[in-house]
T-cell receptor
Framework: NAGVMQNPRHLVRRRGQEARLRCSPMKGHSHVYWYRQLPEEGLKFMVYLQKENIIDESGMPKERFSAEFPKEGPSILRIQQVVRGDSAAYFC????????????FGQGTRLTVV | AQTVTQSQPEMSVQEAETVTLSCTYDTSENNYYLFWYKQPPSRQMILVIRQEAYKQQNATENRFSVNFQKAAKSFSLKISDSQLGDTAMYFC?????????????????FGAGTILRVKS
């Protein structure tokens, strides 16, 4: 049973480009969470999605960031017009239900903006 | 809003010795979960141990145990017989307990982390 798969592991983008980060949850999981880890800091919640629905986006920056979890395919975190401050590790986690269950993490995508 | 504080940015311990990592948190919730995660250089987030707030008994997983003090809002991690493979960043995390029928999500609030180095 494969775990949470994130790709790419490393992504380099120039300022102003778009970054697309993908997350395939564990088999049977329909709840996905995205977290951001800035250098020397802990993980910060960004968004919680169920299939085709954004449930909680309280941690998402108001501009340039968006997330989706379509009926088919992986969840996508999209960052438009990237800036240096977007450089971070982005983690995806998934859970089987939306209440009181453990979330399993992927290995993260390290985004570097040059 | 909940906050989690880890006051030790870095810790060192000799192999085979015992080390304790500190964590305090602030919440107005009565029902919640607390976790310790390990993040080795590979960056993979690995769940080390989990504690339900309603349980008085401290959780234990092999060499890892916690000291949960609900009134003091303290949740420390003790690692016994430290091994070189324990070298990692350790994060304390909080998750509110939701009514089971309501899927509000299992959102985690993390501390800033403690780097633990095990020396041979």
């Amino acid at each position: 049973n494969a775990g949470v798969m994130q790709n790419p592991r490393h992504l380099v983008r120039r300022r102003g480009q778009e970054a697309r980060l993908r997350c395939s949850p564990m088999k049977g999981h329909s709840h996905v969470y995205w977290y951001r880890q800035l250098p020397e800091e802990g993980l910060k919640f960004m968004v919680y999605l169920q299939k085709e629905n954004i449930i909680d986006e309280s941690g998402m920056p108001k501009e340039r960031f968006s997330a989706e979890f379509p009926k088919e395919g992986p969840s996508i975190l999209r960052i438009q017009q990237v800036v240096r401050g977007d450089s971070a590790a982005y983690f995806c986690a998934s859970s089987a239900t939306g209440s009181n269950t453990e979330a399993f993490f992927g290995q993260g995508t390290r985004l570097t903006v040059v | 809003a909940q906050t989690v504080t880890q006051s030790q940015p870095e810790m060192s311990v000799q192999e085979a010795e015992t080390v304790t990592l500190s964590c305090t948190y602030d919440t107005s919730e009565n029902n919640y979960y607390l976790f310790w995660y390990k993040q080795p250089p590979s960056r993979q987030m690995i769940l080390v141990i989990r504690q339900e707030a309603y349980k008085q008994q401290n959780a234990t997983e092999n060499r890892f145990s916690v000291n949960f003090q609900k009134a003091a809002k303290s949740f420390s991690l003790k690692i016994s017989d430290s091994q070189l493979g324990d070298t990692a960043m350790y994060f304390c995390a909080f998750m509110k307990q939701n009514p089971t029928v309501m899927e509000y999500g299992n959102k985690l609030v993390f501390g800033a982390g403690t780097i633990l180095r095990v020396k041979s």
